[in-house]
């Protein structure tokens, strides 16, 4: 039932608690995530952004563009970097807020529904470091919000703000295909399906596909190299494996384990509740994407994206318990508790404290996120050691490169198995006067091998018995790898000398899109 109070519903949005909950979010941000390091993906981004096009063998063009401009308008520092990561993170907490009030909630619903967001562990780290996925919320949340604009008996036109939204989605991250999908899937097992019988949604799907055309072109130019990569990875084993009952534990550390009364109260709203009822569209899609994720191997934070709409429906649902036992501990404990429990995981996703303290913070309070990966980890999760050892790494290579004679140098090359590595030869080897690095990996093999006739090669990580299949002298010469890196990236330094054959003729061999 619904209160009759000053929290039932507004004529809008309280739009200074919004831009209150937004600013503190993006402060949070500014004030940690130049902590650490550059994270792995951002350095292959970063590499991306210097190769602009309208797509790339993993991902489609946006990410890459917003690298460029990072650096175009603000410099390669941390905090640039993540400027706009830190804006979007911003953008999710208020969206949180804005599609409460849209489902009929008043200023305690949207407070709630923002608090969820701002405290979700998953938030806080996507918001920290420059990835697709940061991002994706916002164009979700975009289709979902037109979407409810329509279902409360808007104007038919608010199509094509979904296919905007679906478009602009799809030239960031190929998941919103499911979320859409899921969506339109779940509409059409309701009695609101009738809302899609109508020019504009047909409009809207056609805006979403000629905003998302370049990019299937240009994947159709290269064969379809997403898709490869993609069964790659589903035949792999790179993935953690997951089921329904480990996925659903994992939704439980990354919306904060003490939200969990208010997503599962908006899974109750949307799917059984009087007042979600017209709604129920996106409870319906939050167990379709569930279940499309579990059988396709997802990674357990692919659903992610969908978590602050069903925050603004528990939210709204919470508001309107009228009973009065429950009313003090919905109103004041709830928020206090979710508020603690944030604080408390924040350190898990958030660089708020130095590394060593995190290793101790870790060790003691027996907080771990879920592992979406099956490299092996030492002290510090992915998220954390993927931050650490480029700089380092790099430093050695220039040492290997610069013992090389002049004429070596002339005709050497600088070899990278992973994308990570070959992303941080690109970006720290200036400073060291280092050419750019080679990759078979992702991208990188469709940029190509050097133009020059290559003799030398210094080659980071892989194996020595490869390496003799290719190159008459092959010498290890060193090792890197520090302390908090991942250990996967401890590996050897190795200079191959007087190839078998020309650089571009063992090129094919070396393409990896996994």
Request: net charge positive; charged share 15%.
């Amino acid at each position: 039932m619904r209160s009759q109070d000053a929290s039932a519903a507004t004529s809008q949005p309280d739009w200074r608690m919004v831009a209150a909950f937004a600013g503190a979010t993006v402060l949070i941000h500014f004030l940690t995530n130049s902590r650490y390091g550059y994270f792995r993906d951002e350095l292959y981004f970063i590499a991306c952004g210097e190769h602009l096009a309208w797509g790339y063998v993993d991902l489609p063009p946006m990410v890459a563009a917003i690298a460029r401009l990072s650096r175009a308008t603000m410099g390669d520092s941390l905090f640039s970097i993540r400027f706009f990561p830190a804006l979007a993170g911003g953008a999710t907490v208020a969206i949180a807020g804005i599609l409460a009030w849209e489902l009929g909630g008043g200023r305690f619903a949207q407070s709630l529904a923002m608090l969820a967001a701002l405290t979700a562990p998953i938030f806080l780290g996507l918001g920290t470091i420059l990835t697709m996925n940061a991002f994706d919320p916002i164009f979700w949340m975009g289709c979902a919000w037109a979407l409810v604009r329509i279902l409360k008996g808007g104007d038919l036109r608010w199509w094509l703000v979904f296919g905007l939204f679906a478009g602009l989605g799809l030239e960031n991250k190929e998941s919103i295909v499911f979320f859409a999908a899921c969506v339109l899937g779940a509409l059409m097992l309701t009695a609101q399906r009738r809302v899609m019988f109508s020019r504009y949604f047909i409009l809207g799907g056609l805006m979403a596909l000629l905003i998302a055309m370049p990019t299937a072109i240009w994947q159709w130019i290269h064969h379809f190299p997403m898709l490869e990569e993609l069964a790659n990875v589903k035949a792999s084993n790179k993935n953690a494996p997951v089921t329904i009952l480990s996925f659903f534990t994992a939704q439980i550390s990354l919306a904060n384990p003490l939200s969990l009364p208010i997503w599962l109260s908006g899974l109750y709203f949307f799917l059984f509740g009087e007042r979600g009822r017209k709604f129920r569209a996106f409870g319906l899609a939050y167990l379709l994407l569930w279940i499309a994720f579990v059988a396709l191997k997802g990674k357990v934070y692919y659903i992610a994206p969908i978590y602050p709409i069903v925050f603004a429906g528990g939210a709204v649902f919470l508001e309107g318990i009228r009973l009065r036992v429950l009313r003090p501990m919905v109103r004041y404990a709830l928020p206090a508790i979710v508020l603690i429990g944030g604080i408390i995981i924040a350190p898990n996703t958030l660089p708020v404290l130095p590394v060593d303290s995190f290793i101790r913070y870790q060790a003691h309070s027996g907080i771990k996120g879920p592992k979406t990966e099956t490299f092996a980890l030492a002290e510090l999760p992915q998220l954390y050691a993927d931050m650490f050892g480029w700089p380092e790494m790099t430093a050695t290579v220039a040492r290997v490169y610069h013992s090389l004679t002049p004429e070596e140098q002339r005709e050497a090359a600088i070899y990278a198995v992973d994308y990570g590595e070959a992303g941080a030869i690109d970006f720290f080897g200036p400073r060291y006067g280092l050419p750019k690095a080679v990759s078979g990996h992702m991208s990188y093999y469709i940029w190509g091998p050097p133009k020059h006739e290559v003799k030398v090669v210094v080659a980071i990580n892989g194996a020595e018995e490869d390496y003799r299949k290719a190159f008459a002298r092959v010498d290890r010469v060193a090792t890197v790898g520090t302390k908090y890196s991942m250990p996967g990236e401890h590996v050897p330094v190795f200079i191959c000398r007087d190839p078998k054959a020309p650089l571009n003729q063992f090129w094919p061999r070396i393409k990896l899109y996994r």
